[in-house]
């Protein structure tokens, strides 16, 4: 049975910056505050007449190129994002059709932060079922489009990205060895988007009440985050017999330092095998985990044991151990203009 290699990944990252310094101007808040808390300095913002869908495209066409796979090799497309550009079609027919894919599906997975791990674990199980060659698993979210930027809670956290990576059959014992998910229900309200759904549809009075944003009780979910981050990381190292020194690296969600700081200690593993720059783009939602893997590519080496993990809205959170397929210096940096231009 085939392992799921990742082979290829590609980014997007919108060019408006919000800084500290603005967000100082908007609500009661400052730096230091911001800093301390959560180790975000900036974040970036997509332009309002943009969608989830420009940001996915974009950075799964990246990661084909850096393959020099074309779209129309490609079986399935799995985006993990809770900011879809409507709620149907899929935002997977919008990079289906985006990206000219034209032999591929597809269909949207939400999971909110742990949306990519959900992805690429689905994603695999095609894989390894030998059924496909060529899956992009996209984590991709516009969180400026559902952030009320009055609310000094939740406004300081979010930015807006995309990441994406190509899976294909490795049968040399590289890829995705092991993947543990978890979700518990019961406290869907600590961490939520009330508004939109079929339970509040739009209305005068949800608008009024703002409940088309995200509302998080930041406190209660931060203890959540901790131990379900910690715990399913140290959960996959323990069924694999990995200790602290065999990890290459850690590649956690991107909510808040202090979790990935309580997660990567639990694990035994140094600041220095620890993918982090929340600093620059704050929370990406299903997109930091790629988001850090195209960052460290260059620094990847075939063989090296990483230790994915997330913790989100749901709850959700969840554990990947996957052993690199490439040497990650080999890899031609593409033209970001390049892929644009050939979105058109
Ligand atoms: N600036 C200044 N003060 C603030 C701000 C701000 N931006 N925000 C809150 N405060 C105040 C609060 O009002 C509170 O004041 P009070 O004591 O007078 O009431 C004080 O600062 C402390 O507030 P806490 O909420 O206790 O702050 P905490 O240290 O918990 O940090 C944070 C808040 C950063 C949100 C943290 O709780 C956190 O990271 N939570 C988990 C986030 C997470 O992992 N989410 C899951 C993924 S997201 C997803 O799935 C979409």
């Not at 019961?186 to 009024?208: F, I, N, R, W, Y």
Request: proline letters at 3%; charged letters at 25%.
């Amino acid at each position: 049975m085939p392992h799921a290699a990742i082979t290829a990944v590609g980014h997007f990252l919108p060019d408006e910056r919000l800084t500290n310094a603005d967000l100082e101007k908007m609500v009661d808040t400052n730096d230091e505050w911001i800093r301390t808390r959560t180790g975000i300095v900036e974040r970036r913002i997509l332009d309002e007449d943009k969608a989830t869908s420009y940001m996915a495209s974009r950075a799964a066409q990246e990661a084909l190129d850096k393959r020099g796979v074309t779209a129309d090799e490609v079986d399935l497309i799995i985006v993990a994002t809770v900011t879809p550009d409507m709620l149907f079609p899929a935002t997977a027919c919008l990079v289906q059709d985006a990206i000219g894919a034209s032999n591929a599906w597809g269909f949207d997975l939400s999971a909110a932060c742990s949306g990519f791990l959900f992805a690429l674990s689905t994603g695999a199980s095609f894989i390894t079922s030998g059924r496909y060659d060529k899956v992009l698993v996209i984590g991709a979210d516009k969180m400026s489009a559902i952030i009320d930027y009055t609310d000094r809670n939740t406004c300081i956290l979010f930015g807006d990205a995309a990441g994406a990576v190509l899976l294909e059959p490795d049968t040399d014992g590289y890829g995705l060895l092991d993947a543990h998910e978890h979700v518990d229900g019961s406290h869907d309200q600590l961490l939520c988007m009330p508004g939109g759904g079929s339970k509040m549809p739009a209305s005068h009075e949800s608008v009024e009440a703002h409940a088309h944003f995200l509302k998080q009780e930041g406190r209660a979910v931060f203890k959540y985050a901790v131990e379900g981050m910690a715990g399913v990381a140290e959960e996959v190292m323990e069924a694999n017999d990995l200790t602290g020194d065999d990890v290459a690296y850690l590649v956690p969600h991107q909510a808040n330092l202090r979790i990935i700081d309580a997660t990567a200690r639990r694990m035994g593993v140094g600041r220095d095998k620890v993918m982090i720059n929340i600093d620059r783009y704050g929370n990406t939602t299903a997109a930091t985990i790629p988001l850090c893997l195209h960052d460290w590519e260059s620094e990847l080496k075939r063989g090296d044991n990483l230790i994915l993990a997330a913790f989100g809205g749901g709850f959700t959170w969840g554990a990947s151990y996957v052993k690199w397929a490439y040497d990650g210096a080999d890899v031609a940096r593409t033209n970001l203009a390049e892929v644009s231009a050939s979105l058109g």
